[in-house]
Structure formats: structure tokens, C-alpha cells
């Protein structure tokens, strides 16, 4: 079963923050966040695993609560280079499920 | 630049046919993913290679099978085609310390199937 994210979509203006959910039905062993952009591949930005947070990116970080199987990414003081589709991804054993994604933009 | 290439970018297909995708991993990424992507929708997971063995599929029929090669490059066939299957798939390397995966994924840019 997918990972839920919201909200869907946000628009924000430069220097803005913004938070991301994601929440599983099911334990969490790891969640992973990546960004894509239109017309390109996902790309990295961080692993948090049972136990805390593994690695952060520019000023995006984020949190895990395994107890509430959710974990957040917070973005603060947007930049136009923020703008993309954020997905979660929830790992167990091998299988890697993706949210739907939630659409960023940001705005001048 | 992940690392990852992918061939090739774009194709169509006609319902009924087969296509096969390849994909080359970063050097020393010992595990190979391959997803599924409907636009709009998140990657789904298809199935995943560790060692050249099959060790973690999604929900996908068998008609969507795959291989691993020694040299870091793996394929994704689809056999019998349906109009459904019409997507990006993506591939995406991992170096896993052991069978588990618990590591960053590096995409490729990946293909575009069209299959009318």
C-alpha cells in the first residue's frame, strides 16, 4: 500500500516555507524524499531511518515519527529552484512504494 | 548527472507487441530497481535485482519480467503490450550493503513508452 501525502499541491512566494506529510497504514522501517522536475528524473534529497534523520539538503530537512508511522519535510525560505513534484517513498524489505507526490511552486 | 543511462528515451508501441529497456547502472551499484510511472502518479515499483537475482516485485503480472548483468547493466521487458502499460519507466541504481535495501536511489532519466 502507497504512502498518503499532502497537501497535493502549494504555491508559495520566494523566501516562504512549506511543510510536506507523508503517513503509512503500515510500519515504517525508513522514508526516503525525492524531487523531480517537469520532463526530468527524481532526484535524491534524503533518507530518514528508524532512530532519526540520515542526511539533510540545502535548507530542506525533515522529521520521522515512527510511532505515528508519518514523516514530514520542511522547506524553509523557498527558492524558485524548489519548484518540482516532491514524492515520499516508504521501503520494507525490498519493496519501495511512492506517494502520488505533491506539486511545489514557487513564485517570485 | 546520477550516473545512470537509460535506452531508450522514447518509443511507441502497438498493443500485442514486446519492447525491452535497458538500463546502466553506476559502477558498483549492485541492485537495480525499476518503477513505473503514469503521469501525474509516483513511481511504482515493478520489481528489484540484487546480484543478478530477482529479490523484490510490486504489484506487476509476470508479462513484465526483467535481468541483471555482471557489468552493472539490466533490462525490463513487456511482453503482449496493453494500452495501460503506456508510461515512464524509470530505473534507478542502489549500492546495498547486503540484499537489503536500505540506500539512495539514483535515477535514470528514464524511458517513454507509448503503446497505441
Known amino acids: 500500500q502507497q504512502p498518503v501525502q499532502s497537501p497535493q499541491a502549494v504555491i508559495l512566494r520566494e523566501g516562504e516555507d512549506a511543510v510536506i506529510n507523508c503517513s503509512s497504514s503500515k510500519a515504517l522501517y525508513s522514508v526516503h524524499w525525492y524531487r523531480q522536475k517537469h520532463g526530468e528524473a527524481p532526484v535524491f534529497l534524503m533518507i530518514?531511518?528508524?532512530?532519526?534523520e540520515q542526511k539533510g539538503h540545502e535548507k530542506i530537512s525533515a522529521s520521522f515519527n515512527e510511532k505515528k508511522q508519518q514523516s514530514s519535510l520542511y522547506l524553509t525560505a523557498s527558492q524558485l529552484s524548489y519548484s518540482g513534484t516532491y514524492f515520499c517513498g516508504t521501503v520494507k524489505l525490498n519493496d519501495m512504494r511512492f506517494g502520488a507526490g505533491t506539486r511545489l511552486t514557487v513564485k517570485p | 548527472e546520477t550516473g545512470v543511462t537509460q535506452s531508450p528515451t522514447h518509443l511507441i508501441k502497438t498493443r500485442g507487441q514486446q519492447v525491452t529497456l535497458r538500463c546502466s547502472s553506476q559502477s558498483g551499484h549492485n541492485t537495480v530497481s525499476w518503477y513505473q510511472q503514469a503521469l501525474g502518479q509516483g513511481p511504482q515499483f515493478i520489481f528489484q535485482?540484487?546480484?543478478?537475482?530477482?529479490?523484490g516485485r510490486g504489484n506487476f503480472p509476470p508479462r513484465f519480467s526483467g535481468l541483471q548483468f555482471p557489468n552493472y547493466s539490466s533490462e525490463l521487458n513487456v511482453n503482449a503490450l496493453e494500452l495501460d502499460d503506456s508510461a515512464l519507466y524509470l530505473c534507478a541504481s542502489i549500492f546495498s550493503r547486503g540484499s537489503l535495501n536500505t540506500g539512495e536511489l539514483f535515477f535514470g532519466e528514464g524511458s517513454r513508452l507509448t503503446v497505441l
Open positions: 530518514l531511518l528508524k532512530g532519526g
Open positions: 535485482y540484487y546480484r543478478e537475482e530477482e529479490n
